[in-house]
């Protein structure tokens, strides 16, 4: 099972990213995908989550900012991040749930400069 994580960067307050993690080895179109992230110093969180039909969930302080979406087709999800705040900076991973199995990608770097 590998998740490729990728899109992280350095990015201007008020700025935009788009992460993709790709995945493999898995049925991707029945498994529930999420983002999480964890800055320096603190616990982990999940920061938005699609499940296999697509309905979403968000942290809140990212709502109306973020926008979680999958490709069944490219077993690919998503995550757009649109004004983003320095608080935002964090490694941002990929997870996918099988229910019983749960997988981990690599985390890709968001930092977001003031």
């Known amino acids: 099972v590998q998740l490729q994580a990728s899109g992280g960067g350095l990015v201007q307050a008020g700025g935009s990213l788009r992460l993709s993690c790709a995945a493999s080895g898995i049925t991707f179109s029945i498994s529930a995908m999420a983002w999480y992230r964890q800055a320096p110093g603190k616990q982990r969180e999940l920061v938005a989550g699609?499940?296999?039909?697509?309905?979403?969930n968000y942290l809140d302080s990212v709502k109306g900012r973020f926008t979680i979406s999958r490709d069944n087709a490219k077993n690919t999800v998503y995550l757009q991040m649109n004004s983003l705040r320095p608080e935002d900076t964090a490694v941002y991973s990929c997870?996918?749930?099988?229910?019983?199995?749960?997988?981990w990608g690599q985390g890709t770097l968001v930092t977001v400069s003031s």
């Open positions: 997870n996918a749930n099988m229910g019983l199995r749960s997988y």
């Open positions: 699609i499940s296999s039909r697509g309905i979403t």
